[in-house]
Nanobody, 120 residues
Framework: QVQLQESGPGLVKPSQTLSLTCTVS??????????WSWIRQSPGRELEWMGA???????YYSPSLRSRTSISRDTSKNQFTLQLSSVTPEDTAVYYC????????????RGQGTQVTVSS
């Protein structure tokens, strides 16, 4: 059973960079043909796919967030990381990490999510 766990600060100030880490257990992030994504849900909005990193390290981003988003990985720790720069209160959301066999999903495993609030 694959398990994903998000971690990072719950409060970020406007204009700063949000950084979250997803730790994966029960499976390797380098296992062929899987994609590891970041997804978020703001209050009153649908789930929004932000981007993904593939088993081989390739990255894919939502066009609307591409200029502010970076996803990287540490294979030695079986972790992947999200960085979202220049945050505003509009970036307040529950952030999830997830796995899929296609770039944008559907996702077969997802973490429990972590609340991030952008506020001064």
């Amino acid at each position: 059973q694959v398990q994903l766990q998000e971690s990072g600060p719950g409060l970020v100030k406007p204009s700063q960079t949000l950084s979250l880490t997803c730790t994966v257990s029960g499976g390797s992030i380098t296992t062929s043909s899987y994609f590891w994504s970041w997804i978020r849900q703001s209050p009153g909005r649908e789930l929004e796919w932000m981007g993904a990193i593939s088993f081989s390290g390739g990255t894919y981003y939502s066009p609307s967030l591409r200029s502010r988003t970076s996803i990287s990985r540490d294979t030695s720790k079986n972790q992947f990381t999200l960085q979202l720069s220049s945050v505003t209160p509009e970036d307040t959301a529950v952030y999830y990490c997830a796995r899929s066999s296609r770039v944008r999903g559907p996702h077969d495993y997802r973490g429990q999510g972590t609340q991030v609030t952008v506020s001064s």
